[in-house]
T-cell receptor, first 113, second 113 residues
Framework: GAGVSQSPSNKVTEKGKDVELRCDPI?????LYWYRQSLGQGLEFLIY????????KSGLPSDRFSAERTGGSVSTLTIQRTQQEDSAVYLC???????????FGPGTRLTVT | KQEVTQIPAALSVPEGENLVLNCSFT??????LQWFRQDPGKGLTSLLL?????REQTSGRLNASLDKSSGRSTLYIAASQPGDSATYLC????????????FGQGTELSVKP
């Protein structure tokens, strides 16, 4: 079946603008994760959703970052007032349930100028 | 705080060699451990998932072992091929319910024809 998809694949934005990144998980997967990959920090966890439970937001770097998951499926990661240090590849993953194998999407490359 | 270390950072081998990639973690209270490969400019491809109760998992030419008590995992690649060239990432799922993954910095593998 279809894998995890993300859009857009690339996003260039000006410092101070808001951006929204979208993730479509594998159908039927109850858990959805956001990670960020940057040259200096490697791959780091941001937030994850599990069914109807409150999301684990422990990895969000600041209150400019937020995410929601509507209807237990699609998720949107929003970054407000973007800064140059937000430039990175944002990766989404999903798994059948918490603790199961995670499958990653191709990522969104965000460049803040 | 869980820390994941991968050694070596880079490895270059001739085609046909068997090789071992190492991963260590500081907190042995893990839920599972997952190995990924990442090709340049691409997302992550899951290779193997080992649950904390397991000692090893095999898929084709790949074998991953887990020694939770010593905080170590190895990924063994048999009869390496140029197509195996990629960055290999180790990630641990923590706590008693899994969820977010903590990643190592990766091992960049180059297999020369």
């Amino acid at each position: 079946g279809a894998g995890v998809s993300q859009s857009p694949s690339n996003k260039v934005t000006e410092k101070g603008k808001d951006v929204e990144l979208r993730c479509d998980p594998i159908s039927g997967h109850t858990a959805l994760y956001w990670y960020r990959q940057s040259l200096g920090q490697g791959l780091e966890f941001l937030i994850y959703f599990q069914g109807n439970s409150a999301p684990d937001k422990s990895g969000l770097p600041s209150d400019r970052f937020s995410a929601e998951r509507t209807g237990g499926s699609v998720s949107t990661l929003t970054i407000q007032r973007t800064q140059q240090e937000d430039s990175a590849v944002y990766l989404c993953a999903s798994s059948r349930d918490r603790g199961d194998e995670q499958y990653f999407g191709p990522g969104t490359r965000l460049t803040v100028t | 705080k869980q820390e994941v270390t991968q050694i070596p950072a880079a490895l270059s081998v001739p085609e046909g060699e068997n090789l071992v990639l190492n991963c260590s973690f500081t907190d042995s209270a893990i839920y599972n451990l997952q190995w990924f490969r990442q090709d340049p400019g691409k997302g992550l491809t899951s290779l193997l998932l080992i649950q904390s109760s397991q000692r090893e998992q095999t898929s084709g030419r790949l074998n991953a072992s887990l020694d939770k008590s010593s905080g170590r995992s190895t990924l063994y690649i048999a009869a390496s091929q140029p197509g195996d060239s990629a960055t290999y990432l180790c990630a641990v799922g923590g706590g008693n319910q899994g969820g977010k993954l903590i990643f190592g910095q990766g091992t960049e593998l180059s297999v020369k024809p």
